[in-house]
């Protein structure tokens, strides 16, 4: 299939327009706009050849604002962290130099480690993203392609996009996957907020092209 000249700049127009937000209105998105998003995040490669399961090697739980679960997550997350966090005090005991490349994600850990994730309540529509483990380990590439997708869908939707990496650190937590209904140590997760942006995000910028590629 040939695409159009005007459908090229179309989506070059969304490419450069992608941006993280950290604030949203209350307003939960309409559920065709998140069907969308999550038919974008569907059809993202997947890694064929490591899995085992042909229809649902890859799952989305949807949750928006108002539901228990938000709170449930946030507690979970909280949790999580103090084990993230000890194990990290751990790694810079052994390795001091390490301490200073990591202080702003320290202090991330130390906050949801203290309070949970307090953002996450008032998320108007948590997705979360499931990609079952397989051999070779690439499951974390396949939710990169996903959240890639959605994150451009979301941007075309004109609607909000944030990642939640946070959500990676609960594969391997037991109550996270009886939450969810998904059996432990099967899936890979990760995750992500969509909403309708407070504000619009500044432009991002990137090198000029002419300086960083080299063709050889």
Avoid at 30 to 50: M, T
Wanted: proline share 4%; net charge neutral; hydrophobic share 45%.
């Amino acid at each position: 299939m040939v695409f159009s000249h005007e459908a090229n700049k179309a989506l070059d127009s969304i490419i450069e327009n992608r941006r993280s937000v950290r604030a949203f209105k209350s307003e939960i998105p309409g559920k065709e706009l998140i069907e969308g998003i999550v038919h974008a995040g569907l059809w993202a490669p997947y890694a064929r050849a490591a899995i085992t399961k042909e229809h649902d090697f890859r799952r989305f739980f949807i949750i928006q604002n108002g539901s228990p679960i938000l709170l449930r997550i946030s507690s979970l997350i909280r949790d999580q962290s103090k084990i993230s966090l000890a194990q990290m005090e751990k790694t810079f005991s052994e390795k001091p130099f390490l301490r200073e490349k990591a202080k702003g994600h320290l202090a991330r850990i130390k906050v949801m480690a203290e309070e949970g994730f307090q953002e996450l309540l008032n998320a108007p529509c948590l997705i979360i993203i499931s990609e079952q483990k397989g051999f070779p380990p690439v499951e974390k590439q396949s939710l990169a392609h996903v959240m890639e997708n959605m994150w451009l869908k979301a941007t075309a939707l004109g609607l909000g996009f944030r990642l939640i990496s946070v959500i990676e650190t609960l594969s391997e937590n037991n109550d996270f996957c009886e939450l969810l209904g998904t059996v432990l140590g099967e899936y890979a997760f990760s995750g992500c907020i969509v909403g309708h942006a407070k504000a619009e995000s500044a432009a991002g910028s990137r090198p000029i092209e002419s300086e960083v590629v080299r063709w050889m």
